[in-house]
């Protein structure tokens, strides 16, 4: 565990329980969310390749719209 992990959880003892659940449940939460995206991320690289090259190919036929 790193030293400011470790600092996190020391500072987060020291709350109610109730706080601490609180602080326990969002980061359960977003671990779980990280997991989700990396799964999400990694399923369809071959679709985001895809869109990537299409994307350069009306990029460079000069077909691209840039909205600002």
Do not use: C
């Not at 706080?19 to 989700?36: D, G, T, Y």
């Not at 995206?37 to 090259?53: G, I, P, R, T, Y």
Request: charged share 35%.
């Amino acid at each position: 565990m790193t030293k400011l992990l470790e600092k996190a959880f020391a500072e987060a003892s020291k709350l109610p329980e109730i706080e601490q659940n609180k602080v326990a449940r969002w980061l359960l939460e977003e671990l779980a969310s990280e997991k989700r995206w990396e799964k999400a991320f990694s399923e369809s690289e071959d679709v985001l390749n895809q869109l990537a090259d299409e994307a350069l190919k009306e990029h460079r036929q000069g077909q691209a719209v840039i909205v600002k």
